[in-house]
């Protein structure tokens, strides 16, 4: 009998849903948990009549009374023949479908059961424990961390089946909804974050690098921790909503940190209001988003770490850096720039700043201009630089389009995929992927804040747009009749932080410069070998074609190839410099195998080609910052006296 | 004046009140056949045929608004064994329409409410022929059926009222399970059991 014919057998009820348990552990701990204390009323399974498992809910049948593993086979037959990388299951049933793909070979499953009834009377009563083992079957009860598991594992260039059993899409209609949205949103998130990796990761260590000029006399927001305990902090974002409630602002100037996303300061200054902070951390310099008057240097600038230097080089009051850790260069080097503080990114400035928010110690964080939505007609507050944005919503297509005509001339149009958030009146509201990528960050930033019993208080008292679960959803007046009283002396408390700010450590930064210097003068050499190697195979096909001796000569490439990869794995860095190139190898191996094989060796042999040609450009480029960083930093290390400026004034 | 003819044979019929309907020269001539065990079984007016004439509103018409009527007869061993083939054929198609459903609900078919419909209605369909073959059949003392088949009526209503049932609760498991091992089952053992081999 194989494993999926074995159930239904009788076994000790408290035996299998603890086995169930501790298979369970691993990936889905709370989950784990939650059913260990579930005190709640079962569902009655019955015996099929081949005796097998299947149950009643709401006066259904969610498996067949007769022969429920022969249904069950139908079914994930149905759903192999389309060959999904990933397939997620609305509804575990009695497991009969998440142990037949298991026995078909089919490993890459998430499994999303709605009720906590079904599944602890099924985790007690079928043994599953073997396939939740699985390094690749994850099983959950709440969208969150079902969704978290598709951004975490899921490749974004993987395809992905959602399927659900007809009494599970009949009977938990909403449920079902809410899950599909999120997990779609979820998916497009994911294959987003590959493209914005891939077009950005250079540009990033490029402006890291050099940002060293500026990194010395720029402490790091970490400088600022606990500094203002108790205190209630404003973040401001750039959302339509903000036209409504931003001009209340004024009021608090003084008695809450302020601090704006880089798009939300000039419309704030358009209704009256001067933040203490902005924050930004755009890859290319953006003058538009400044006044470029005095009035920029009552602000401090917050800048995350791989902004452009352009930025840095802004006349502002003061200026703080934050580091990433999604990049290697700054998970090895941030201590040695004095920092102890990785900011959880969610992908905007604004999801930075509430974990900055609740680092500094601020009690209540206090969103506006947050809409995470389009609103009638707009994309953003007016006063700001996409004021001249016109948004179009064609909501029977599920597309948006944005067409623009900035004052500075500018044009142009993007489309968009609509996505769907549920509003703040629970309505849903039409969304676009990056938006929807931070409300997922905020959603699992409350949970987290929650599970860990955080006291400070997060209040939402946007006035339009999403609705973001494990926030208080207030008006803006409320919230600052509630929390917002005693005076601040905020440029007093950064003065004195600052002056406390850990030393650099130039000579760490140093040696670890040059350890990925020379790293990469190793990538330029093999991808220069590869390179020859690829013009004398070239050659020779033109001269005799595809020869057996010509085949071999590629496992010369495999071969340099597997020691460059050896050689980056080691180095973080260098694996992370590599992705672009990785990636477009990748998607080469996925793609369709041509029919006639001189034809396949040719496009092989001219992906292989263009990918070392681009790894060697990019060692060209970016050895010469190298080169710059580590000569600033051993000046800094020879010279006494300049290293002593950068030491905090005690 | 209407020529009618039937067999090919021209017969007289005199329509003096001018209100002789289709239906009512069918029944006046099928007076006549009987005692021949003959029935009326084709129909053709100025030229158009008819199946299903008899329950067509052309039944009602009066002939004077034809040039021509056709009548064929047969025997009623013919009509019994053409309606008994046909009754055969279809439940095969009831089948065929049952395996389709089953597929359709299982795996989240779009069609699955017209096949439904298109089985119930079959199979009551069927049911009233059955009845309507086996009662004229005994009249006539001719044997259509192996067996009675009134001994499968309230299985086959049983049947129909449980997928009514699970398509208003919209159980579509059950649905599919009194299709696939209940009717399914029973339309096999009848076309088994009750039909003649044709061979012999």
């Known amino acids: 009998m194989s494993d999926s014919e074995n159930m239904g057998q009788a076994g000790c009820a408290s035996g299998i849903l603890e086995r169930n348990i501790s298979a369970l552990e691993k990936k889905s701990a709370e989950l784990a948990g939650d059913l260990r204390e579930y005190e709640g009323a079962d569902v009655e399974l019955l015996r099929a009549r081949n005796g097998l498992y299947t149950f009643k809910y709401d006066g259904r049948f969610f498996h067949s009374s007769y022969d429920p593993l022969k249904e069950a086979t139908g079914q994930v037959d149905d759903i192999l023949v389309k060959k999904p990388d990933w397939v997620v299951l609305f509804g575990l049933g009695c497991g009969y479908h998440i142990k037949l793909f298991i026995e078909k070979g089919h490993e890459k499953l998430i499994v999303f059961e709605p009720k906590m009834d079904i599944l602890h009377s099924v985790l007690s009563a079928v043994d599953l424990s073997e396939e939740l083992s699985g390094g690749s079957v994850f099983l959950f009860n709440d969208t969150l961390s079902a969704t978290h598991c598709i951004r975490d594992y899921v490749d974004g260039m993987d395809s992905l089946l959602s399927y659900q059993p007809g009494p599970y899409r009949t009977t938990f209609q909403k449920e079902f909804s809410d899950f599909t949205n999120k997990v779609q949103n979820a998916y497009t998130t994911t294959q987003v974050a590959i493209k914005t990796n891939i077009d950005s990761r250079l540009p990033w260590i490029e402006n890291y690098l050099e940002n060293f000029n500026y990194f010395p006399e720029t402490p790091s927001i970490d400088v600022l921790r606990g500094r203002f305990k108790g205190k209630p902090m404003v973040v401001v974002g750039a959302g339509p909503s903000l036209n409504k409630n931003g001009h209340l602002l004024k009021e608090i100037k003084g008695k809450a940190v302020i601090i704006a996303a880089i798009t939300a300061y000039k419309p704030l200054l358009r209704l009256g209001v001067v933040p203490d902070f902005v924050i930004g951390g755009e890859r290319i310099d953006m003058p538009e988003y400044f006044t470029n008057s005095d009035t920029d240097k009552e602000v401090h600038l917050i800048l995350a770490e791989v902004a452009s230097p352009k930025l840095f080089e802004r006349k502002m009051k003061s200026k703080f850096t934050f580091f990433n850790a999604f990049s290697n260069l700054s998970t090895e080097q941030a201590q040695m720039w004095g920092c102890r503080y990785f900011a959880s990114i969610g992908g905007s400035v604004t999801t930075s700043a509430l974990d900055m928010g609740i680092m500094f110690g601020c009690d209540p964080v206090i969103f506006v201009g947050q809409d995470l939505a389009f609103g009638d007609g707009e994309t953003h507050v007016s006063g700001g630089v996409y004021e001249g944005q016109q948004l179009t919503i064609d909501s029977k297509n599920g597309t948006g389009r944005i067409d623009w005509d900035y004052a500075d001339g500018r044009t142009g149009r993007v489309d968009y995929t609509i996505l769907w958030l549920k509003g703040l009146n629970g309505s849903p509201v039409a969304s676009k992927f990056d938006w929807v990528t931070f409300h997922q960050w905020f959603e699992t930033y409350m949970h987290y804040m929650k599970k860990e019993d955080m006291s400070q208080k997060v209040i939402n008292a946007t006035e339009g747009g999403a609705y973001i679960d494990g926030m208080e959803h207030i008006s803006l007046e409320e919230a600052i009749k509630r929390h917002v009283h005693e005076d601040i002396y905020i440029d007093t408390v950064i003065e004195s932080a600052v002056s406390a700010r850990i030393p650099v450590d130039f000579k760490a930064l140093g040696k670890s410069l040059v350890q990925m210097r020379d790293g990469l003068v190793y990538i330029r050499k093999q991808a220069v070998k590869i390179f020859k190697e690829v013009e004398k195979i070239r050659a020779s096909f033109k001269l005799l074609g595809l020869t057996p001796e010509l085949v071999k000569n590629v496992k010369k490439i495999e071969a340099l190839e597997k020691s460059l990869f050896d050689m980056t794995r080691k180095t973080p860095f260098l694996w992370e410099a590599l992705t672009a190139y990785t990636h477009q190898l990748k998607e080469q191996l996925r793609e369709e195998v041509s029919e006639s094989q001189e034809e396949q060796f040719k496009v092989d042999v001219e992906t292989i080609e263009k990918t070392y040609t681009e790894v060697g450009e990019m060692t060209k480029k970016l050895l010469p910052l190298f080169d710059s960083a580590i000569n600033m930093v051993e000046s800094r290390v020879v010279e006494p006296k300049s290293l002593q400026q950068s030491e905090p004034v005690r | ?200």
């Open chain 2, 1 to 200: 004046m209407t020529d009618i003819y039937l067999d090919d044979s021209k017969v007289e019929f005199e329509d003096t009140e001018h209100d002789t309907t289709v239906e009512k020269l069918v029944f006046v001539l099928e007076e006549q056949l009987r005692e021949h065990r003959r029935f009326i079984c084709a129909l053709s007016l100025d030229g158009d045929e008819f199946d299903s004439w008899r329950d067509d509103p052309v039944s009602k018409r009066l002939i004077l608004e034809f040039n021509e009527l056709k009548l064929t007869s047969a025997t009623v061993e013919r009509i019994v064994l053409e309606g008994v083939d046909v009754l055969e054929n279809y439940l095969r198609v009831v089948l065929e329409n049952i395996d389709k459903c089953v597929d359709g609900v299982r795996l989240g078919g779009a069609s699955v409410d017209v096949s439904v419909v298109v089985i119930v209605d079959g199979m009551t369909e069927i049911v009233k022929t059955m009845h309507e073959l086996f009662s004229g059949g005994k009249k006539f003392d001719i044997s259509i059926f192996r067996q009675d088949p009134s001994a499968y009526y309230k299985s086959i209503l049983d049947c129909l009222e449980t997928v009514k049932e699970a398509r208003d609760s919209t159980d579509n498991v059950l649905l599919a399970d009194v299709l696939e091992y209940e009717l399914k089952p029973l339309v096999e053992e009848i076309l088994k059991s009750l039909f003649f081999d044709k061979s012999s």
